[in-house]
């Protein structure tokens, strides 16, 4: 049994591989000698795999969980938390935007007996003013509109207790938010802080419209609130239109009848029409999601894993590291 297993989602990663192994590695050794590094190849196009592989061949450490094709990060993270073994778990990025260098932290907190210790980024002074702004704009949407709360500024960099995995890999969803499922399963994080690098090799997969269905999928996963609005909306119009009426046939029977109003009726038709269709827009979108819920697919398919078998034999019973 390993007490510390790495969760690593790689998509097309080959030229941060290695430097990522290295520096890794270099902070797990001062840390406990029992870890695995789990990382799911998320159908990378590149020499991802290949690179992946040569290092498991010669590190029993490190583990491969091999997609058969790209399910995204999300789904990705999922896979390796559903292979990783250890007592307490992290994710992290393949491209040391997470320094390896905070684990030790983590670690030290989990002994001292936090659940789920986030590492928290002092400030996003390493990304663009753009997406600076949407997300914390997409924080406070999130907010205002979700339960769970979402903290700011943590990723999916993260330590988790056993039980916390084990908590979450009972969340059956298909739309896989991350952050909000953490969130969901409750445990008074602790928290360490660390400054967020820029990619050390490749480049980002994310792009504006990724990002979008991103924080469609989380409000819709974790509010219906977008939903349910649309009831009172219509309440609220109907109220004015039956004030609006009652003004009308008043001063038609006092004043008479004149015809012009073209402009002010296309304009209401348009308006009207428009919030009608924004309210379908927004059902499709839960209506979409249930559709996949419904239907129950298995959340990835596994085409191959390396180094898994091999642990037994490799770490007879966990050597106690947490005493
Ligand atoms: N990733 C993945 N599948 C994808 C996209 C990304 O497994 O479809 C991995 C990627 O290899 C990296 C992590 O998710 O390890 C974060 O991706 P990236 O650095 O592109 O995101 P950013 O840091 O720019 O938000
Ligand atoms: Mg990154």
Redesign the pocket.
């Known amino acids: 049994m390993t007490t510390l297993s790495i969760v690593?989602?790689?998509?097309?990663?080959e030229a941060?591989l290695d430097g990522f192994f290295g520096r890794l590695q270099r902070v797990l050794q001062t840390v406990t000698p029992s870890y695995e590094i789990v990382c799911?190849?998320?159908?990378?196009q590149d020499f991802?795999l290949a690179r992946l592989r040569t290092a498991a061949s010669a590190d029993p450490r490190i583990k491969i969980v091999n997609l058969s094709r790209?399910?995204?990060?999300e789904?990705?993270?999922s896979a390796g938390l559903d292979h990783a073994s250890g007592d307490a778990i992290i994710p992290?990025?393949?491209?040391l935007?997470d320094p390896p260098e905070v684990i030790p932290m983590m670690i030290a907190k989990w002994r001292a007996g936090a659940k789920v210790v986030l590492a928290k980024r002092k400030d996003r002074s390493s990304d663009g003013w753009l997406k600076r702004v949407t997300a914390n704009g997409a924080y406070w949407l999130f907010s205002k509109l979700t339960d769970p709360k979402i903290p700011q500024n943590v990723?999916?960099f993260r330590l988790m207790d056993r039980v916390v995995v084990d908590a979450i890999k009972q969340l059956p969803e298909r739309s896989r938010f991350m952050k909000g499922l953490f969130a969901w399963i409750g445990y008074e994080p602790e928290y360490v802080e660390y400054d967020r690098e820029a990619?050390s090799a490749?480049?980002?997969?994310?792009n504006y419209w990724k990002l979008w269905n991103f924080a469609l999928d989380g409000i819709t996963s974790f509010s219906s609130l977008p939903l349910r609005i649309w009831s009172y909306l219509g309440f609220g119009v109907s109220l004015f239109a039956m004030a609006y009426l009652v003004w009308t046939v008043a001063k038609t029977m006092i004043f008479g009848l004149d015809v012009p109003g073209y402009a002010s009726l296309m304009s209401v038709i348009l308006f009207f029409n428009g919030i009608s269709l924004i309210g379908i827009g927004v059902i499709g979108e839960y209506l979409g999601r249930i559709f996949t819920e419904v239907k129950a697919r298995p959340l990835y398919i596994v085409a191959e894993t390396v180094g898994f078998e091999a642990e037994a034999q490799e770490y007879p019973s966990s050597d106690a590291q947490r005493a």
């Open positions: 690593v989602p790689m998509y097309n990663e941060a799911v190849n998320d159908g990378s991802t790209n399910f995204g990060k789904i990705a993270l992290i990025d393949a491209d935007q990723g999916d990619r490749g480049e980002t997969k994310w």
